[in-house]
């Protein structure tokens, strides 16, 4: 039965793609630029340019997911980066310029997915017993993120957010499970290990900047979240969402 179901959500899936909405123009090239911070910016009139991202960070981007959450596919997916420039035939929100991302990968990397769901390890985000030690934001302007190496700092951001950060992290699906509805102002230094530092390598993200300086001693991701914000990670097994690459392709010439 399981083996039906499948088949039958990736011939949706496929029959949904080829009803999305797409970029009016669009043009994918190999990244050349010495600078290999990553952009991803959405401008007025349904234009997006995207600078340095590999198809895995597309794909991450189009579907709302997490590099965890994908597998298979060769090699080039994680290396080679792209610079892409496109345009919404009018102006579109951020879901539906996601859509169109992936109206473009399917078209311009031939790119097919098939999704499952898996029993994985997971952690949930609650308080800690002596509760949080930050307090609700108060001001009235846009949410602000700013991530450096071992450095987080959110204005105005839910609980929600900070715990998909962690997930990117931590490589691992963390839930929001405090029942804080508000937002916050927060800030969290820690000394990352290994697999923290490559992730912070495959995001982009730039060295110095603001970044703490390498401290052996330093507190890990863990430590650092009950000592600086009372919060605590526990771990749980639940549901995640997979997503394996069954087919791609070097993108087409524009």
């Excluded at 009139?45 to 579907?63: D, H, S």
């Excluded at 169109?100 to 499952?116: K, N």
């Excluded at 390598?201 to 603001?210: D, L, S, T």
Aim: glycine share 8%; proline share 6%; charged share 25%.
């Amino acid at each position: 039965m399981k083996v039906l179901l499948a088949g039958f959500l990736l011939a949706l899936g496929t029959t949904c793609a080829q009803s999305q909405p797409k970029f009016e123009v669009a043009s994918i090239k190999p990244s050349s630029s010495a600078d290999r911070r990553l952009l991803f910016n959405v401008q007025p009139g349904g234009r997006v340019t995207i600078a340095n991202f590999n198809l895995k960070r597309l794909i991450e981007e189009a579907y709302n997911i997490k590099d965890f959450q994908i597998s298979g596919g060769p090699g080039w997916i994680a290396s080679d980066p792209y610079d892409i420039t496109a345009k919404a035939e009018g102006a579109a929100n951020y879901d539906q310029l996601r859509l169109m991302l992936q109206s473009l990968l399917a078209e311009r990397f031939q790119l097919v997915m098939h999704r499952d769901t898996r029993e994985m390890p997971t952690y949930a985000l609650v308080i800690d017993k002596n509760g949080p030690k930050f307090k609700e934001s108060s001001g009235s302007g846009p949410g602000m993120m700013r991530i450096r190496r071992g450095l987080l700092v959110n204005q105005q951001i839910p609980i929600s957010e900070l715990a998909d950060q962690l997930a990117r992290f931590l490589g691992r699906t963390v839930l929001d499970k405090t029942g804080l509805a508000g937002k916050y102002d927060l800030k969290l230094e820690w000394q990352p290990d290994e697999n923290q530092i490559a992730m912070f390598q495959a995001m982009g993200v730039p060295e110095g900047f603001g970044a703490p300086a390498p401290d052996a001693q330093g507190p890990s991701l863990f430590a650092a979240l009950q000592e600086q914000l009372g919060l605590k990670l526990e771990s749980q097994k639940g549901p995640v969402e997979v997503f394996s690459i069954e087919r791609v392709e070097r993108p087409s010439e524009n």
